[in-house]
């Protein structure tokens, strides 16, 4: 009876025991201590800079002479093999046109160089000479400099370097934010030309070419140009397709009994691109009783410059003689000059030149 007793005082003794600090002493010490762990920060990107030098001080001429440096002003080396840099620049008319390095520090061998054609002109820009490198590393501090570079035209057409987005004259190396900057196809450095509105509209040039306007030949040419092309007025930005182009020349037959005949002499683009027809006006004009109509299966109006020349030919079938001067769109002038008693029309609406 006694040892049961005791027993019963040592389990109350035990289950009193679990609300005293003893118990709770017992779980404290078996807690951790809160830790903070901390990633390591990734390592900065390199800082990468474009620098620009005109070599030739922006004279006008068929090639664009500039030098280009690739500055790491980071605290991290750079991979070369996912840069790119970008040049803007408008050709002018220009539409042979082929990249070169005459000379580089880091090595013209170690360079790539291409120049895309936009099909949408941007603000002093319809073009970009694109530099690409090596797979090789650039260390933080260090610069790869592309010393004497080109863009030329193989024609020989002239290129007015002023209105360039990314030109800038001065002879030494200089940071230039309007030469832009790519990693992985990611714009690093430099602010793109921005886009303007596009306007698809040009002008129609025309020079005589008969030595009489009494003869049996009507012999006009004819040019189509976009913007910068030298004209009387500044026409549009973009690249037309000539498939949606029609031209119509206004002339009087002087005869009622005789079929016409017509050539193409001459073509910039290929007479195989040009077809050409004739419609009867009617009611008839004082100065146009028929146009010549004038259609094309390919070729383009360049952004900037012409078409080159059409050399036209219409006969009548019997090779009787003409009087153009009594013809709506017939004028005396010997060289190319704006016309607009020649009309032309872009997916059939008129968009140069006033009907008789």
């Not at 013209?108 to 970009?128: M, N, P």
């Not at 498939?243 to 009994?257: A, G, H, I, P």
């Not at 073509?267 to 077809?275: H, T």
Request: aromatic residues 10%.
């Amino acid at each position: 009876m006694r040892r049961l007793l005791v027993v019963a005082i040592v389990l109350a003794a035990v289950l009193a025991g679990f609300g005293t600090g003893v118990a709770i002493a017992a779980f404290t010490a078996r807690e951790s201590n809160p830790q903070t762990i901390t990633a390591a920060d990734p390592a900065p990107p390199a800082t990468l800079v474009a620098q620009s030098r005109s070599n030739d001080a922006g004279a006008t001429s068929s090639q664009i002479q500039l030098g280009l440096r690739l500055v790491n002003r980071g605290a991290t080396p750079a991979s070369l093999g996912t840069v790119t840099m970008r040049y803007w620049f408008t050709a002018d008319g220009a539409d042979r046109l082929v990249g070169a390095c005459y000379y580089s520090v880091y090595g013209c061998g170690q360079v790539g160089l291409s120049i895309t054609d936009l099909r949408a002109a941007r603000e002093g820009a319809d073009h970009y000479l694109q530099v690409s490198f090596s797979a090789a590393t650039l260390a933080p501090g260090q610069s790869a400099s592309l010393d004497q570079l080109a863009v030329r035209d193989d024609g020989g057409t002239q290129m007015t370097q002023a209105d360039d987005w990314s030109f800038a004259d001065r002879s030494a190396f200089a940071d230039n934010a309007r030469v832009t900057v790519y990693v992985g196809g990611q714009l690093v450095w430099g602010t793109e030309p921005g886009a303007v509105p596009v306007d698809e509209s040009f002008e129609v040039r025309y020079l005589n070419r008969a030595a009489s306007p009494l003869d049996n030949a009507i012999l006009p040419s004819i040019k189509l140009a976009g913007s910068s092309g030298g004209g009387a007025e500044e026409t549009g930005n973009v690249e037309i397709d000539l498939r949606r182009v029609t031209v119509r020349y206004w002339f009087t037959k002087d005869s009622t009994t005789q079929s016409l005949i017509g050539f193409c002499d001459y073509a910039q683009v290929g007479c195989d691109k040009v077809a050409l027809g004739f419609v009867p006006v009617s009611p008839a004009k004082p100065k146009a009783d028929t146009y010549l109509e004038i259609t094309f299966t390919g070729g383009v109006i360049p952004a900037e410059g012409t078409t080159g020349p059409f050399e036209l030919r219409v006969h009548k079938a019997d090779y009787s003689n003409f009087d153009e001067t009594n013809d709506y769109s017939w004028g005396t002038n010997t060289t190319f000059e704006p016309n607009p008693r020649i009309t032309a029309y872009l997916d059939g609406k008129l968009v140069w030149g006033t009907p008789p």
